[in-house]
T-cell receptor, first 114, second 112 residues
Framework: DAGVIQSPRHEVTEMGQEVTLRCKPI?????LFWYRQTMMRGLELLIY????????DSGMPEDRFSAKMPNASFSTLKIQPSEPRDSAVYFC????????????FGEGSRLTVL | SQQGEEDPQALSIQEGENATMNCSYK?????LQWYRQNSGRGLVHLIL?????REKHSGRLRVTLDTSKKSSSLLITASRAADTASYFC????????????FGTGTLLAVQP
């Protein structure tokens, strides 16, 4: 299996621009998670889905952030408009709901907002 | 707020020595996991210990869990330069088993 695939790996954009991060979970995994990692705040859970349905989005920082999972093999995290404080590494992770709890992470998308 | 906090924040040792990292958490849990992150990479799962377990081994890794103190430790024996990475504990609160919250991490540097 190819593992969790994220794109782009690196994104540099200007303040005010829309940013879309993409994730393909491991086939057969029905839970998907978006995390954000910064030096100041560490790893923060933004939102997670079970069977394509958003279950908990309490970690989404504000309305500028939105996430969708239109099908079992694809999810997006969108920031519109982006701000410099959104600069971070965004990780997608997936797991099988029936598993003991181990998360499989992608390699992350490093976002820099100028 | 984050569930777990690791101690120490950074640790530097010589190859062959043992490395011990500690994790404290705040609420009752179902299980506790440890992950490793190499610089610029995603996190990789190392080991999981259930709330009714006190100790678990996997290769050179030894994890302990003390639910009365809400703490866990990760011991890496006979460390190697390749063990250089950040190590995170993660917990899922009772009643929210899918919501995995990560600690602040310990940066381990193993000098050859």
């Amino acid at each position: 299996d190819a593992g969790v695939i994220q794109s782009p790996r690196h994104e540099v954009t200007e303040m005010g621009q829309e940013v879309t991060l993409r994730c393909k979970p491991i086939s057969g995994h029905n839970s998907l998670f978006w995390y954000r990692q910064t030096m100041m705040r560490g790893l923060e859970l933004l939102i997670y889905f079970n069977n394509n349905v958003p279950i908990d989005d309490s970690g989404m920082p504000e309305d500028r952030f939105s996430a969708k999972m239109p099908n079992a093999s694809f999810s997006t995290l969108k920031i519109q408009p982006s701000e410099p404080r959104d600069s971070a590494v965004y990780f997608c992770a997936s797991k099988s709901t029936g598993s003991t709890g181990e998360l499989f992470f992608g390699e992350g998308s490093r976002l820099t907002v100028l | 707020s984050q569930q777990g906090e690791e101690d120490p924040q950074a640790l530097s040792i010589q190859e062959g020595e043992n490395a011990t990292m500690n994790c404290s958490y705040k609420t009752s849990i179902n299980n506790l996991q440890w992950y490793r992150q190499n610089s610029g990479r995603g996190l990789v799962h190392l080991i999981l210990i259930r709330s009714n377990e006190r100790e678990k081994h996997s290769g050179r890794l030894r994890v302990t869990l003390d639910t009365s103190k809400k703490s866990s430790s990760l011991l890496i024996t006979a460390s190697r330069a390749a063990d250089t990475a950040s190590y995170f504990c993660a917990t899922d609160a009772r009643g929210a088993t899918n919501k995995l919250i990560f600690g602040t991490g310990t940066l381990l540097a193993v000098q050859p």
